[in-house]
């Protein structure tokens, strides 16, 4: 049985009220004049800034003594190019390293760690005012939220399934870790109350032991709350239910935590100082087994209140896998545009946009159709950026942020739409990576570092490769690397054997994939041998299609169904 909560219910609904309507306040006056938050946001991270290294190379003084909002714009686009974590990447070593005043005041309070482009990690920087604002402030606005769509929403316990706030350390000490750990960390001791699951937990390296452990305590309780980013782990986490139903209800009924799953015994202590033996629900549970056959989220959890999700990207696929899995009284609530570099904002209601933080970052964006010009400089010198108030209801465009965290006009490589506003400001919905990367869950792999693996593994394995391309498959969440080796006679067999090294130098370069791979929610990649001369053939049929052959472009990493479809025709 579940150690009792002290604090009622009732009460956890009125602190979440009180706290999270504060800033929920704010944050509408915010929304109500967009163009006087936004300038007043870009002033209020220049002054921050200012004294810091990056800020003296890049006269933040000057910008600052803009008189009005437009100059302050012009000048700061002056004096800051558009930037990717690359740009960084100096700054923020230094900072690692133990210097301060060098990218942000003092040195940053964390890192959240995510994949780049190269092999070598992103270290985003957060600081103490970042942390506070909005990991902290708007956090409690996004459990008000819950209140306000669900008054019960915590009457029952609170289920999340994170990564670790603490995955390791810079060389001068400071945490590295994940925002989504932080957040459930910091959330206020009342709410922390309803946690089902102990925060050890999340470093589980198997993720089989992992969803196991999470399940058998969630199982147990009457959640009214179930928060992970992606559905993909929605899929898993029932599978794992499906396998080890009986195991969870054994092990609820004794007080205990099987040890046929390999569990840190740190951990396990952890687990089981929490639990006692509860006969009466593995009784209930075992009950719902012989009613239903397959038990489902709506069976052993009938009060859900809300599951927050993404329902953004490409996540439809695994939404589909679930219909029918919660019930009928539970909102299922969009995520909201969220990433390691920024947290954009969040969901107020029941629709998939996001309401922007206007008080907390500024905001830059170019249209859809300037985005193929990301990567040519001599051409992003005539694109127009728009400010948040200038964005059209219905439009696509890719978002650059500008953040009290250290990043100024940073490329967020997103294709988000334009929404209905919140008050006065235009909110938003992620609709996809671009510039180069593919992403079905989360893994965020970039056209580069496909390309790396795959010479790499030509290499290693001496064998030619004359042409390659890769496709996602989200009807199975997997990728199909296609090669055309100069060896006609180049076995299914060696292919395999080469898909298998390629896969693994994919783990080496991006550790978002590593982790999808670990956590089954990419499957093992496929390969397949192409005919010769399959690129020829290939822009031939488009061009019979319709291509234009001096405009021909292709990308060797996609998400495209139908060229998909070509080269599999092209398979020998």
Known sequence: MAKKTSTPAWLTTF???????????????????????????????????????????HDFDYILAAKDDKELYKRYAEKIAPSDYEDYRPYIERHKNGDSNVLV????????TTSGTTNEPKWIPITDVYLKNVYGKMTKVWLYNYIMNRPKAFYGKLVTIVSKDVEGYAPDGTVAGSVSGVTRRDAPSFVKELYAVPGG????????????????????????????????TLVEVQKNVDKYYDQYCDDIEKGTLSHDFDIPEDIRKEVEAQIEPNPTRAAELRELKKKYGRVLPKHYWPNLQVLNT????????????????????????EFGYFSSECRFGLVMDDTNYTTLFPHYHYYEFIAEEDVDKLNDPAAMKNVKFYQLHELKQ?????????????LYRYNMNDLIEVGTPYFNTPRVFMIQKVNGIVTMTGEKLHERQFLEAVNKAAKQMALDVKFFIGFADLSISAY?????????????????????????????????YKAKRESFRVGDPIGHCLVENSFELFKGAC???????????????LQDEKRHEKFKKLVK
């Open 394 to 406: 219905g439009k696509r465009y890719c978002p650059f942020v500008s953040t009290y965290a250290g």
């Open 15 to 57: 602190l979440l009220r009180v706290a999270g309507g504060i800033n929920y306040r704010k944050l509408v006056k915010a929304s109500k004049n967009p163009q006087q938050a936004s300038e007043a946001t870009l002033r209020g991270i220049l002054t921050y800034g200012k004294d810091t290294e990056f800020g003296k190379e």
């Open 310 to 333: 993404w329902k953004c990207g490409n996540t439809y696929v695994y939404l589909d896998k679930i219909k029918g899995f919660f019930p009928d009284c539970c909102l299922h609530q």
């Open 543 to 557: 061009i019979a299609e319709g291509a234009r052959d001096g405009q021909f472009k292709l990308n060797l990493l």
């Open 105 to 112: 005041p003092g040195k940053p309070v964390m890192y959240a």
């Open 480 to 512: 199909h690397f296609y090669y055309e080796f100069a060896d006609q006679n180049t076995t299914q067999a060696q292919c395999d054997e080469f898909t298998k090294l390629v896969d693994k130098l994919l783990s080496e370069e991006n550790i978002e």
């Open 201 to 232: 937990v999340y470093g589980i390296k198997d993720y089989t032991a992992r969803y196991y452990t999470i399940m058998r305590l969630s199982i147990e309780v009457d959640a009214a709350i179930f928060i992970t980013a992606n559905p993909s």
